[in-house]
C-alpha cells in the first residue's frame, strides 16, 4: 500500500490532476478503507509473503555459508584420499551438500554405481528442502492479482447497482465502487511483483548451490574412482 500511495501522490503533481490536501497517513487510511472487503485477502497476503521471504532468505543464507565452509574442507580431505576423516566431516555437518556426500562417501566400498544411486536419491531429498516455501511465494505470485481483479469486479457491480438503484448517472454514485476496483487491482499488482522477483531471487540462489554441490559431487566421484583404479593396479 505504501507503494500504492506513493504513486498516487506522483500522480497528483501532474498538472490538471487534482486531490484532496490530506496528509500520508490520512491517504493510507483513506485508501485502506476504500478497499472495502478484499483489503482482508490483500493483508493476508502480506502477511505471508512476509514472513516466508525474510525466513527463506535466512535459511538460504545459513545454508550457502555451511555449503561452503564443508565444501572447502572436504574437498581439501578428497584430494588427498582421506576418505575415513571426510567421512566424519560430513557426517558432523547440516548442510545439504554434506548429507549428499555422506551418502556417498558410505558406500564408497560398494563401487561407483552404488554411490550414483545414493547420491542421486538424496540429492533429490535435500533440493525438495532447499525449495521450501517457493511454492507458497509462487502461490502469492498469482493469487495477489486475482484478488485485485476480484476486487475490481466486485467494485463495478457496486457501481452499476447504485446506478440501477438512483436509475440515474452521476458521479458520486459510481465513485465509491471504481474506487474501490482501482485500489484492490494496484494493491494486488504491488503486492505480486516484490514477491515475484523474491521468488525468482531465492531460485537463482538455490541453482548456484545446485551447481556447487555437482562440483563437488564430481570431484569425489573422481576421487573414489582414482582410489578404486590404484587398489586395481596394485
Same mark, same amino acid.
Given at each position: ?10 500522480? /497528483? ?17 483513506? #485508501?485502506?478503507?476504500?478497499?472495502g ?23 538460504l ?21 582421506? @576418505?575415513?576423516? *571426510? /567421512? ?14 555422506y ?17 542421486e536419491?538424496?540429492? /533429490? ?8 516455501? /517457493? ?6 505470485? #498469482? ?18 447497482? %447504485? ?14 465502487? @471504481? ?7 494496484a ?8 514477491? %515475484?522477483?523474491s ?16 562440483? %563437488?559431487?564430481q ?12 587398489? *586395481? %593396479?596394485?
Open positions: 500500500m505504501v507503494g500504492v500511495m506513493r504513486l498516487y501522490s506522483v500522480l /497528483l503533481q501532474i498538472p490538471g490532476i487534482d486531490g484532496v490536501e490530506m496528509t500520508f497517513e490520512e491517504q493510507v487510511r483513506t #485508501n485502506w478503507d476504500g478497499m472487503f478484499m483489503r482482508w485477502p490483500l493483508l493476508v497476503c502480506v502477511i505471508i509473503a512476509f514472513i516466508v521471504i525474510i525466513w527463506k532468505f535466512f535459511d543464507l545459513m545454508k550457502s555459508s555451511r555449503t561452503k565452509k564443508v565444501l572447502a574442507e572436504v574437498d581439501e580431505l578428497l584430494a588427498q584420499h582421506r @576418505i575415513d576423516e *571426510a /567421512l566424519e566431516a560430513t557426517r558432523n555437518s547440516d548442510a545439504p551438500v554434506a548429507k549428499i556426500l551418502a556417498g562417501l558410505d558406500r564408497h566400498e560398494e563401487g561407483t554405481e552404488r554411490v550414483m544411486k545414493a547420491i536419491n538424496q540429492g /533429490l531429498i535435500e533440493l525438495s528442502k532447499l525449495e521450501k516455501g /517457493l511454492v507458497i511465494l509462487a502461490t502469492l505470485t #498469482n493469487v495477489a492479482p486475482l484478488l485485485g481483479f476480484l476486487g475490481t469486479v466486485i467494485g463495478m457491480i457496486i457501481a452499476f447497482q %447504485s446506478i440501477e438503484a438512483a436509475g440515474e448517472v452521476e458521479a458520486t454514485l459510481v465513485a465509491g465502487g @471504481i474506487k474501490v476496483a482501482l485500489l484492490t487491482t494493491a494486488g499488482l504491488v503486492i505480486a511483483i516484490p514477491v %515475484s522477483i521468488h525468482n531471487y531465492f531460485v537463482s540462489r538455490i541453482d548456484s548451490l545446485v551447481i556447487d554441490m555437482e562440483e %563437488s559431487v570431484k569425489m566421484i573422481d576421487a573414489l574412482h582414482a582410489m578404486e583404479t590404484n587398489r *586395481a %593396479s596394485s
